[in-house]
Every structure is written in structure tokens, then in C-alpha cells.
DNA sequence: TAAAATCGTTTCATAATACGAAACACTGTT
DNA sequence: AACAGTGTTTCGTATTATGAAACGATTTTA
């Protein structure tokens, strides 16, 4: 809580400080609890929490314990940054789904993460299953991986010197070389694959979305279990992917 | 901004008082202008948007005007209140849109305005189109009365003590002896109709959603132009919305 | 059954912070 | 050249947030 800041609002800061926990864990808390994950003393995290309440930014649930309320629902659609990528993304998405029968995500690069602003889950029983508006370490997935691949050479240094490349899997790239040759290559395939990287027996086949000139903007990825992700199929599911990118382009082409 | 509050967090609820400026307005803002929309002072409302930007709460547009950034949309969708209402109602709003072919949208009561969890749009190109996450006034429309029309007696009556009947149509009920009236109706045929109450040319259909205690916690709502609205196809549109309702109501029976 | 350990909540003197008028820098218009 | 808009910074003052301690109510432990 050190003012390095030039001079803002401290209590907002608490205030938000304190919701994100709720980013990293997605459960009820009680003020004591909250109090301990963001260091601040009993009776300020009550009184926040007294203030959230009365604005419905946070409601208690059964137990008595702070769960995040409906305010932020509504203020949540209401953002308008990549909304018409949100927008225009959903019949590609669903379209694709369809064909492929595996969960379909849309997403962009946030803070050097994958953000994901869309999703279609796949109808079959094993699936994954991520939730919209989460988002994800981008070295080791390939969505993520294909969004680096097509950013500028100064947004990759600076990813590799602030990101730290820790190991999910035995085929997770740990190395600032193994990345950079990677993202090459995708650059060269135009489409980028996570083998195992992030989790056993996970794969994931992803394409980027670019705007009239050729900036990235998005991309698109199919991700399902390593049983069904024959190498022969790998080739029909991108073209399959790559006709809903280019339904998407058509509709953002003014995009930046 | 008078303290009849016990003892609550002051400049966190003028932060989020700032931002409920764009449930109204969804526009980009300039700092003058929000000064002027929350009557607070110029360099107030420049110390919170910047405290709000640094936060990734509000950002810049092109235009160097505030928006409401992506970390709102990141907490908004991590709201779990209804959200297994929003899930499950899903597939089955998109089967009813499939076959009636108009906008479909499922909604609660929350704070006596209709809230609008889950839409399928129309496939036409005339089509009625609602934010999910926006609210409506409850008295005018299908979805509202419906909604009303199984609450408690005392919901009711609190309903109707706090709530300005006004005129947006000719067809608008705007007495509380004819509101009561309609609603008694309602809980008999157990779905509700819009007439033309809320805007001219506009109609719609809703339904109510019950847990397994009979208590409404959900309605389902058509709506489109009053020249596709014949009154022989509505009882056809009706048995139709029943069957999604039934299929929602199956995956809820423990909601409260 | 008593004691201890939780929990959320309230109090109040003190320390910290938000406030806002005024001045400033910048841009585009008259 | 004067004016009317922006957003931004400064700084003394008035307001507000802070947190240790005490409180009441449950639940757990001895």
C-alpha cells in the first residue's frame, strides 16, 4: 500500500483490490477471510464489505458469506471494448462446433494473457470447459501461442523478459529459444498447436483473426481430449476453423 | 451525498456511482462531462477516473473519452447469482428461437425491474433486441408481469407503493386496480401478454418458471413485431414456450 | 457444562486522505 | 489575438478512513 502512485483514490483501490480475489478464487468468503487473502485489517474489510453491499457489487449468500453481486452482472455487459469481436464471433463459433463436436474458444491477448471473450462448449460428455471473461497463461496454450506469434517483435521481447515460462507438462516450452522458434514456426504454418503443454491428455489446434491489415486482432481455438485429436483429423479441423475466421473477418475489418 | 449511511466507505461509493452513470448512458464520457452527470466536483471525478483507469476499471477511448474497461467485464462474469439459471436456460431459449423464430429472453425481478439474464435473438431481420444484463420496467411488459403476477401479496403491494405507473403507450396499464386486475389474470392463464403496452407495434409473450415449491424464479418472454403476432399463433407460440420452461425447470428444482 | 475459539459488528480518538478553488497547459474556434 | 473548450496539477484545509479494543452471538473443544 505504498504511494508510489501519483495520487489516487486509495479506498477504490482497496475497494477493487479486494474483488479481485474473487478472480483467483471462485468461492463465498467471509470478512475475516477476506480480510487475511488481502491483508487489511478486520474492521476496513468490514466496512467495505458493508459499502459493496449496500451498492450490490457484492451480496451475502445462504451462509452469510460475500458472493459477487448482481450490480457487476449488469455493469460487466456493459463493456464495449471487443464487443462487436464478441459479437460477431458467436454463429462462426457456433457453427464451428457443429462441424468439429469440441469446445470452441474466441479469444484476444489482456495484460500478456489469453483472454477469453467467447466460448461454445463441445456436446459431447468430456469436454473442456473454460469460463468467458477468465483467462490464461498464453505460452503454454495455442491460442495464446498463435496470439504472441503475430504480435510485434517488441510485445514478445517484453513478454519474455516480464512472463516467467513455468512447467505444466513434460511438452510445456520452458525456454525463451523454444518459444521464440515456436512462434516462428506458427508464424510460417499460420496456425499454432498445444500437444500436452498445458495438460496431460489435452490438446488444441488455433488460428489467428486479422483485421483488413493484417493486424491480429483474435483468434480462434478447438480444444479436446488427445483421443479424439487424431494427426489426420488436424488438417480438416483447420480448414473447418479457418472458414468461421474468415466469416469473423468479413464483419470486422475496421477492427485496430 | 447527505450520511444517513452508518459508516460506509464515501469515495467507494462515489466510484461506483460514477460508473452507474453508464447503465443509463452507454457512452463514451469525457471528465467534465461525468463531473457534470454526478455533481461532483471537476477535479474529484478526475482523481477517480484516473484511480478507476489505473485499476483497468474505466479506459480510454479513441477519442481519449472513458469507457468501461475489461476487468468489469472479468468480474461481471464471474457473478454467481442466477448463474445456473443463465446456463441451463440456454439451450432451451435457443430451441424455442429455432422454431418461433422472434427474440426470445429470459429474465428475473431484481430490485422491481425485469433483468434480463439470458436472449436468443430472432433470426429475421426485424427483431427485437435487449442487452443481457439490462433491466426494464416491470409493469409494462410480458416478462415484468408475469414475474409480478406470481410473486407474494406483499411484493406486490411494495410494488405498487414504490413504482410510477407512466404512460409509454395507449395500451399501458397505468392504474394500480387495473395492473391488479391484469395480474390476476395472468396467475389464472398463467402466462402474460403484452400488447402494445411498452411501445407501439411491439408484442409479446411470457411464462413463468418454477422451482419445485411452485415459487417463481424465472420467466420467459417472446417478442416481435405485432404484424407476425396473429392471436391464432399464440397459442401455438404458448405450448411451445412450455416445453422450453419444462425443460429448464428440470435442471432447477433446487433453486430457491 | 464450562471454557475457549470462532464469527460478525460497533465504538472512538487519531492519523491519513480526499477535497476543491485556482492556476496551468493544451487544442481548436471565433 | 482573444476566447472557449478540453484535461491536469498544486496545496492548505476539512473530512474521512483507520484499527485496537470491546461486544454479543454461535460453535467447538475440553
Known sequence: MKDVNKDLNLSVIKAFKLLDVYLNDKQAWGVRELA???GYNKTTTYRLLSTLEALDIVQ??????YIL???????GNLVSVHKSLRYYSRIPLENIAKEIKETVHFGV????RVLYLNKVESPLGLKVSTQIGSSQDAYCTALGKVLLAFSSTDQISDYLK???LKTCTLNTIVSSDGLLTELKQIREKEYALDME????GLICIAIPVFNK???IVAGISVSGPSSRFKPENIQSY???IKKGAFEIEAHIRDYN
Chains 1, 2 share one sequence.
Not at 503443454?197 to 496431460?200: D, I
Request: aromatic residues 4%; proline residues 0%.
Open 162 to 164: 516480464h512472463v516467467k
Open 60 to 65: 451475502k449468500n445462504d451462509n452469510d458469506k
Open 238 to 240: 483447420l480448414s473447418i
Open 109 to 112: 491477448l489482456n495484460n500478456s
Open 197 to 200: 503443454e498445458l495438460e496431460l
Open 69 to 75: 453481486g448482481l450490480k457487476l452482472f449488469e455493469l
Open 213 to 215: 491489415d493484417k493486424k
Open 36 to 38: 487475511k487473502k488481502t
